[in-house]
């Protein structure tokens, strides 16, 4: 059978396996490789779990796989495994909006912040927050309701910040707390300064240029319809998915 573009090379397949569960309980279970391809068929189409075509195997057990390893933070520890050789001269962190479906938008009784969704310009929203090298690979990923500022996420994502790292972002960004964080880390906040700032910081022009790589790997991470819109009620289940698609970013990098 020819290899769909979508579905892992041997190469991928070579740095994953290794990463899986390699003790099955009870009766044998559906290839892992094939399953996960039907995972990434599902987000790259953003179609309903139950349209995953059978080549995949049985679509309850795509979902199931998924749902379990998600519970068992396989697809956690395969992005942090992978991302552990992130070149940590320059980091930048950005964030990126995403429509919910209505599929998705099941809001509970405390109101539209609930699951991560909530409102901004585009509607009911969810916003995906990135942290990436200068290689645009992913280093850390969260989510929060659509209307959420953006430095709200900004301290415990930039946690992997070493010495001497150049930390790349907005305007949205510029933050005391933020700007004490990097020089604590004995880093440099590259990051321009509000309008109403009275102080001022160093800044390179330069540098910043080279922030247009997180929106570049945002561009390659909604390439997957089902990230581009939420398809997903349970946030943990749409991070989960996010975490994937940038693991494969991270080994096609590679």
């Known amino acids: 059978m020819t290899r769909r573009r979508y579905e892992l090379t041997e190469k ?13 309980r009870g009766v044998p279970r559906v290839d892992d490789r ?3 391809n039907g995972i990434l068929w599902r987000f790259r ?10 080549r995949y195997g049985p679509s309850t057990t795509c979902y199931n796989r998924f749902v379990r390893w998600r519970k068992a933070g396989v697809w956690d520890r395969i992005f942090a495994d992978i991302s ?14 995403v429509r919910v479906h209505q599929h998705g938008a099941t809001a509970k009784k405390g109101g539209l912040d609930d699951g991560c969704m909530g409102r901004s310009r585009g509607g009911l929203t969810t916003k995906i927050h990135a942290v ?13 309701a659509g209307q959420a500022h953006d430095s709200q996420m900004a301290l415990p994502m930039l946690s992997a910040m070493r010495e001497g790292t150049i930390v790349l972002g907005d305007k949205a960004y510029d933050t005391n707390a933020l700007r004490i964080a990097v020089s604590e880390k004995k880093a440099w906040a590259n990051i321009p300064a509000k309008s109403n700032r009275k102080a001022s910081f160093a800044f390179s022009g330069w540098v910043y240029r080279q ?12 390439q997957f319809r089902g990230i581009a819109t939420r398809y997903d009620k349970n946030p943990l289940n749409f991070l989960a998915a996010v975490k994937i698609v940038a693991s494969r970013i991270w080994i096609k990098a590679l």
């Open 211 to 222: 922030r247009n790589l997180v929106e570049r790997f945002f561009s390659k991470l909604k």
């Open 132 to 144: 990436v090298d200068a290689e645009c690979r992913p280093i850390a990923l969260e989510l929060t």
């Open 45 to 54: 189409t953003g179609s309903p779990w139950a349209d995953v075509p059978e």
């Open 34 to 36: 094939r399953v996960i």
């Open 84 to 97: 552990k050789a992130f070149d940590g001269d320059i980091i930048m962190i950005d964030s990126s909006c």
């Open 12 to 24: 991928e397949w070579e740095i994953i396996a290794p990463l899986l569960p390699n003790k099955p």
